[in-house]
């Protein structure tokens, strides 16, 4: 009896295990946008700004008493399979990767009129949403920032900053999953809305 089960058994092994590597694949595929060093670290994201652009928060010093937290422009991009997802749901997704990437203010004055007209890049931040790495108590979410202080260099790899340091606020103010979805237009048109929230076709 046990002969003739056997076989059997090992043809659903062998499915088993065929599936199951082609379930891990799909999963490694759909977080390529995401690498963690051996040290757990997050690799610096590159090819951003071929990216989904979902917007440019500013706060400039001169409307800030001289000393904004943040004084730059903030662009925005999340990463292709997380906007198809957010596109499709309204949720980020675990894998969800957003950048931000910062550029100091540069000229306030062009020919259309006096403003602020984007200068140079100065750095670049990113949150990570991933449910096995990072805790309920930051919603999931991992921050990450590869800017030396003097905005001089980016650095290859980030350590995952303390939730105080950046967590706290996003969880106090941000309107979506710790996100500003608030201050992202593109973002908020294209909630759930699939094909439909992309500005037209
Ligand atoms: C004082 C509150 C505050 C702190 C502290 C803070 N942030 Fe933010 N963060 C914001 C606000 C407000 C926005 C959206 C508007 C903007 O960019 O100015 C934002 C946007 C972001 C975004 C774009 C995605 C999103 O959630 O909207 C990233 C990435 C980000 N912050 C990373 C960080 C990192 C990394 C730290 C810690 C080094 C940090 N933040 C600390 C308030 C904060």
Redesign the pocket.
């Known amino acids: 009896m046990n002969n003739q089960i056997k076989p059997v058994t090992y043809v659903i092994s062998l499915l088993t295990l065929v599936f199951g590597m082609s379930v891990t694949s799909m999963v490694h595929a759909d977080k390529g946008y995401v690498h963690f060093d051996n040290d757990g670290k997050l690799v610096r994201p590159v090819g951003y700004r071929e990216w989904i652009y979902v917007g440019t928060?500013?706060?400039p010093n001169d409307m800030n008493n001289g000393k904004a937290?943040?004084p730059e422009f903030?662009n925005?991009y999340i990463d292709p399979v997380s906007w198809a997802h957010w596109k499709k749901t309204g949720e980020f997704r675990d894998g969800t990767l957003?950048?931000?990437e910062l550029v100091s203010v540069g000229t306030k004055s062009s020919s259309s009129g006096k403003g602020y007209f984007m200068g140079d890049f100065l750095g670049l931040?990113?949150?990570v949403k991933d449910r096995k790495r990072f805790p309920a108590s930051s919603q999931h979410w991992g921050?990450?920032?590869f800017t030396t202080d003097d905005h001089k260099t980016l650095l290859p790899t980030s350590r995952v900053?303390k939730e105080e340091?950046?967590a706290?606020?996003?969880k106090a103010?941000?309107k979506q999953d710790?996100?500003?979805?608030q201050?992202?237009p593109v973002l908020q048109a294209s909630k759930g809305l699939g094909e439909k929230g992309i500005g037209g076709k």
Do not use: D, Q
Not at 178 to 181: A, G, H, K, Q, S
């Open positions: 928060p500013l706060t937290a943040f903030h925005v957003i950048v931000k931040e990113a949150v921050f990450y920032r900053m340091s950046c706290a606020c996003h103010s941000a710790m996100i500003f979805l201050h992202y």
